[in-house]
């Protein structure tokens, strides 16, 4: 089991940038891959990026967010992260980390374990 938990949120200006940090417990964090996802108020929960297992560098992005977002992982501190660029006031939204066994994926329901998520607010 993989219990995660997100950090770095906040509220910034569009054009700003974040770093969302997700930190897993367990020794097996490194086998699954790492997904992030984001909810805005009254849509649905939807795809942002993933990266596979292990030391890997494969990654995937929804459209809206290529180019301005990277997804990295550091293994030996069983982190996955978020580096947000160019931030916009549609980018904002709860963010969620999430484990799975499947990559690449942009399903929910290919993802096993979630954290709580982080707020993240762009104003214009």
């Known amino acids: 089991q993989v219990q995660l938990v997100e950090s770095g949120g906040g509220l910034v200006q569009a054009g700003d940038s974040l770093r969302l940090s997700c930190a897993g417990s367990?020794?097996?964090?490194?086998?699954?891959?790492m997904g992030w996802f984001r909810q805005a108020p009254g849509k649905e929960r939807e795809f942002v990026a993933a990266?596979?297992?292990?030391?890997?560098?494969?990654?995937n992005y929804v459209d809206s967010v290529k180019g301005r977002f990277t997804i990295s992982r550091d293994n030996a501190k069983n982190t996955v992260y978020l580096q947000m660029n160019s931030l916009k006031p549609e980018d904002t939204a709860v963010y969620y980390c999430?484990?799975?066994?499947?990559?690449?994926?942009?399903?929910?329901?290919?993802?096993?374990?979630w954290g709580q998520g982080t707020q993240v607010t762009v104003s214009s």
């Open positions: 999430a484990a799975g066994r499947t990559f690449p994926t942009t399903s929910i329901l290919q993802y096993n374990y």
């Open positions: 367990g020794r097996t964090f490194s086998t699954y891959a």
């Open positions: 990266i596979i297992w292990g030391s890997g560098s494969s990654a």
